[in-house]
């Protein structure tokens, strides 16, 4: 069978959005979706035992059974099991993430904060994930183009052929933007050479020159698109996030997937799989 799209949810309206958007990529790749809650009890606390602990786990099985719900009346066709696992949420997305076709989250509604918690789980699942990561944006399907932005990196290579096979796989156009400090002289000249190598890579996007500071300019970019793909880190980047990946992740406007270079279990399907598809 295919890897399977895994979502972790926890309760939120921008979690159930996340549930969403997570059933239509499964049911384009024809993959499993696997819902999954995690459900930590303080360690100071009854060891499995007590009113209180009964309570707390029914709730949680409640927002599995919620999510899973909400996959099969947002996705007709959508093959999901819901699953609540013991432990710390980005300890349980990080070790899925090993055999993962996608990790989707829900954004928590991250554009409202003023800044970006380096501890949250988001920004750790998207930082450590051994798949891609898919953040969630809005509770409608969005439209547009398949963004992607390169900079010269490895990772900015890995994120252009992923991006490719997702503008392929929706049948929608693929951007590609390289973001420069200002128009004209040697900026733009290293800038326009970045998007030519781009373009040898994949010869069928449509590219585009942007200036200004790159990260508020994809956010400013992100409105047009479908989807964005970005890798966690760029050229001169340490850490667990670049300063671009932090504030796409931060305040895009659209669905975000980060992409890793490592890799997934090869994938096995089933002779003659048919190639549904649910992506808008």
């Not at 999954?36 to 009964?54: C, R």
Request: net charge positive; charged share 20%; glycine share 10%.
């Amino acid at each position: 069978m295919r890897n399977p799209v895994v979502v972790g949810v926890t309760g939120t309206s921008a979690g159930l959005a996340a549930v969403r958007l997570a059933a239509r990529e499964a049911v384009s790749r024809g993959s499993q979706l696997r819902v999954v809650h995690a459900f930590t009890w303080p360690s100071h606390g009854p060891p499995g035992a007590g009113l209180e602990y009964d309570r707390a786990r029914r709730a949680a099985s409640q927002v599995v059974g919620e999510a899973v719900a909400t996959a099969q009346r947002s996705t007709p066709g959508v093959r999901v099991t819901g699953q609540l696992v013991d432990g710390l949420p980005d300890r349980i997305l990080l070790r899925l993430s090993h055999s993962a076709a996608l990790l989707v989250l829900g954004d928590d509604d991250l554009a409202t904060t003023p800044w970006l918690p380096h501890a949250s789980v988001l920004v750790q699942v998207v930082a450590r994930a051994w798949c891609p990561v898919l953040v969630a944006r809005g509770p409608r399907p969005p439209r547009g183009v398949v963004l992607t932005a390169v900079d010269g990196s490895r990772q900015g290579q890995l994120a252009l052929r992923y991006a490719a096979g997702e503008a392929r796989r929706r049948r929608v156009t693929l951007e590609v933007v390289h973001v420069v400090r200002e128009y004209g002289g040697r900026y733009e000249e290293q800038g326009r050479e970045v998007l030519a190598d781009a373009a040898d890579t994949v010869p069928s996007a449509r590219t585009r020159l942007l200036a200004g500071a790159p990260g508020p300019t994809l956010v400013l970019a992100s409105r047009r698109g479908r989807v964005m793909v970005l890798g966690p880190r760029g050229v001169r980047d340490a850490g667990l996030l670049g300063a671009v990946a932090r504030e796409v992740l931060h305040r895009a406007a659209c669905p975000t997937i980060f992409v890793h270079g490592r890799r997934t279990p090869a994938q096995r399907s089933p002779a003659g799989a048919s190639k549904a598809s649910a992506l808008t």
